[in-house]
Nanobody, 118 residues
Framework: QVQLVESGGGLVQPGGSLRLSCKAS????????MGWYRQAPGKQRELVAA???????NYADSVKGRFTISRDNAKNTVYLQMNNLKPEDTAVYYC????????????WGQGTQVTVSS
């Protein structure tokens, strides 16, 4: 059974930092590209950051220079370091695993809430 479990969300003041983690089980983690998405109330889910199985990264323009995605294949975990958080970063953050060769094989986590507010 495949599971992606996010953690690390919470309430933080503007300018603060959080690190999200997503631990995967039931898949051969190193064969999957990993992504962080977010969905704010009333908005569509959007890609925040992604990292390929080879370690290449890409970011949404709105988070470039503030967020960093990384992965630890030994721990089956992907991270999202979020610095200089802004109120507009408030959303539920989800991780997604996509098989490198079979794009239709993908899995989602349950999400973790990030709230940026003073």
């Amino acid at each position: 059974q495949v599971q992606l479990v996010e953690s690390g969300g919470g309430l933080v003041q503007p300018g603060g930092s959080l690190r999200l983690s997503c631990k995967a089980s039931g898949i051969i983690f190193r064969l999957y590209g990993m992504g962080w998405y977010r969905q704010a109330p009333g908005k569509q889910r959007e890609l925040v950051a992604a990292i390929t199985s080879a370690g290449s990264t890409n970011y949404a323009d709105s988070v470039k220079g503030r967020f960093t995605i990384s992965r630890d294949n030994a721990k089956n975990t992907v991270y999202l370091q979020m610095n200089n958080l802004k109120p507009e970063d408030t959303a539920v953050y989800y991780c997604k695993a996509t098989h490198t060769l079979v794009v239709a094989e993908n899995y989602w986590g349950q999400g973790t809430q990030v709230t940026v507010s003073s």
